[in-house]
């Protein structure tokens, strides 16, 4: 199975980043997984409308990442929460790679994931996102919200800390494959 993870922020101390990839790791730890660990900053655009798409076209990094979600057996988003929604970079790269193909997350079985430093923990944005993803053919088995990263989440190991929350993750997870 090759899986790809990564964090909708373009923050490079993102913690959502960080949960993206522990729980790639977890998935990881079984046989025959490739993990692939991304970072949206590489599929920098131009802010999306329709004028500069007539300009423009379809951007490449548009096309490469559709690509990876095409290559990819199952996929593993952390959703970083601004004001509420996605984060500029992601929504920027969402746009432009729906016009692609509206079906953009290529029926591929999903886990998204969410964090914040408050105890809401970036819920809104994951109900959003959760929400929509059937409509852009997204197959999600799970969705969860870790509030409080920095109380849960051992940034020097790299690891959730709250047993709860780990049972958790490890049984959505356990979807991937199902």
Do not use: C
């Amino acid at each position: 199975m090759k899986l790809l993870a990564f964090a909708a922020s373009s923050s490079s101390k993102s913690i959502n980043k960080q949960l993206a990839t522990y729980a790639a790791s977890l998935v990881k730890h079984s046989d025959g997984v490739e993990v692939e660990i991304l970072d949206i900053n590489d599929y920098e655009m131009p802010l999306f409308s329709l004028d500069k798409e007539a300009v423009l076209g379809q951007p490449q990094q548009a096309k490469d990442f559709f690509a990876k979600l095409g290559q990819a057996d199952a996929i593993i988003i952390s959703f970083a929460e601004h004001n509420g929604y996605y984060t500029s970079a992601y929504k920027n790269l969402f746009d432009w790679t729906s016009r692609i193909d509206k079906k953009l997350y290529q029926n591929k079985p999903m886990i998204f994931l969410a964090t914040s430093p408050g105890p809401g923990g970036a819920g809104s944005v994951l109900a959003a996102a959760t929400a929509s993803a059937p409509h852009f053919t997204g197959d999600v088995k799970a969705s969860i919200s870790i509030p409080s990263f920095f109380d849960n989440f051992d940034s020097e190991k790299q690891v959730l800390t709250n047993p709860e929350l780990i049972d958790k993750l490890q049984s959505a997870l356990s979807l991937l494959n199902a």
